[in-house]
């Protein structure tokens, strides 16, 4: 009787789940298809802080604050190397046309460098990935914490060699923008808005750089002019320095003295990187002579060459006397400093002098150099730094990367620089 009592009245135990769970299962799908579109949405993310922060304008540098916070996202390690590799080889984006116009060829040479280069980067940044975990607020923190200390160690690892040897597009350079003329403080500031943008209080790093942002931008200026100093910008594309002529060196310096013909104030000019061509006993000569008469003190890129390879140098040159001034720390890798040579027994290429002369003197001003590559990786600006430089002088041979931006990011990073430790900054360059 109770029996049948029950079962007339008996709920649709089945219908009624089966009703409250639908929702679920599409809510499921939904959950699905999202997670399918997360990575590639990370990815193109990734792609445009990349190729709008490295554009060559120093206000857009900001954006590159986003990678960490994109490479944290990721779901997987093959997510978070793809996240990498995206931001990477946007921000590097000029290298293969740039290879091409320096060796005359296709694209091809130029597109393999640009994959082969960006593997260090990307290397690092899988390897110390590590995987979101769920769970309590315990265990958050404790993920959120391990995912710091990796993003740092990643960070120190792209800024130093060996992987710094490619560090190229590196976050921290961002930290003039955000905090000019706040030095070593502002670094250490921008460093800790990278870590916090890899962990569950994100959103704070956001509204800070948010904020600092448009601060910056209201009042951004760019780096200070040095009194006495002066550029001489040169437009002789890929002959700068190949013609050891003395009609060259006679017209050039000719060039360097109409230049300041009409600003008697200046007694430092700075010719772009090669612009001597090679230097020999001869060539220091007919410089010397050609400023007799001048209290004008000329520093200009040019090659040491001997029988094992070649230095790439500045050197310093007046009436009085000439010298060699600076040998660039780190050589474009691969065109210029080749170790494999030395490797197989054989000799050639341009030395890298690593972490020797950071800091020169010129007319009694301590000077930080940077030649070309050394304006688009860290430790030798930030080695420079350490012997509190007064002035940054930055020289480039830019004709072979004609139809890319790669100049523009160069002198974008060199202001960036300038701009952090409040320093005034003299750039040449050959187009």
């Given at each position: 009787m109770i029996v049948d009592i029950l079962a007339r009245f008996r709920i649709p135990v089945c219908s009624a789940w089966r009703g409250r769970s639908s929702p679920s299962i599409r809510d499921r799908g939904d959950d699905q298809r999202n997670d399918r579109w997360k990575p590639i949405l990370l990815i193109i993310a990734s792609i445009a802080c990349g190729r709008i922060g490295w554009s060559?304008?120093?206000?857009l540098l900001p954006l590159a604050m986003f990678f960490p916070l994109l490479w944290s996202k990721a779901s997987s390690r093959s997510i978070a190397a793809l996240v990498a590799g995206g931001y990477f080889l946007a921000a590097s984006r000029g290298l293969p046309q740039g290879v091409a116009n320096f060796y005359s060829a296709d694209l091809w040479p130029g597109l393999v460098l640009w994959v082969v280069a960006s593997a260090s980067f990307v290397t690092v940044h899988a390897v110390f990935w590590t995987k979101p975990r769920g769970g309590d607020a315990s265990g958050k923190r404790g993920t959120d914490a391990a995912r710091a200390l990796l993003y740092l160690l990643a960070m120190?690892?792209?800024e130093l060699p060996p992987f710094g040897i490619?560090?190229?597009?590196?976050p921290l350079t961002v930290a003039g923008v955000l905090f000019?003329?706040?030095?070593w403080s502002g670094l250490g500031a921008t460093a800790i808005l990278l870590v916090v943008m890899t962990g569950r209080r994100w959103q704070i790093a956001v509204a800070v750089l948010g904020g600092l942002?448009?601060?910056s931008a209201t009042n951004w200026?760019?780096?200070k002019l040095t009194p006495g100093w002066m550029a001489v910008d040169l437009k002789r594309g890929e002959d700068l320095g190949r013609d050891g002529s003395l009609n060259y060196h006679r017209d050039l310096i000719a060039t360097v003295r109409r230049t300041i013909a009409e600003q008697p104030d200046v007694h430092v000019a700075l010719l772009p990187e090669s612009a001597l061509g090679f230097w020999t006993p001869t060539v220091a000569r007919l410089w010397?002579?050609?400023?007799?008469?001048s209290d004008l003190t000329v520093i200009a890129g040019a090659a040491v060459v001997d029988p094992k390879g070649y230095d790439n140098v500045m050197v310093a040159i007046s009436a009085d006397k000439s010298n060699i001034l600076y040998r660039e720390r780190m050589p474009v890798p691969g065109s210029m400093w080749q170790p494999w040579l030395r490797w197989i027994g054989q000799d050639g290429g341009a030395r890298a002098d690593f972490f020797g002369n950071p800091m020169v003197e010129v007319d009694g001003a301590r000077v930080a150099p940077l030649i070309c590559y050394e304006q688009l990786i860290l430790w030798p600006v930030l080695q420079s730094m350490l012997h509190s430089p007064e002035v940054v002088v930055a020289v480039g041979n830019g004709w072979w990367t004609e139809s890319t931006s790669i100049v523009a990011i160069q002198k974008a990073s060199v202001s960036a620089w300038a701009r952090l430790f409040d320093l005034p900054v003299?750039?040449?360059f050959n187009t």
């Open positions: 060559g304008e120093v206000l120190v690892l792209t490619t560090g190229w597009a590196h000019p003329g706040w030095g942002y448009v601060w200026t760019p780096p010397r002579e050609g400023l007799r008469g003299v750039m040449a």
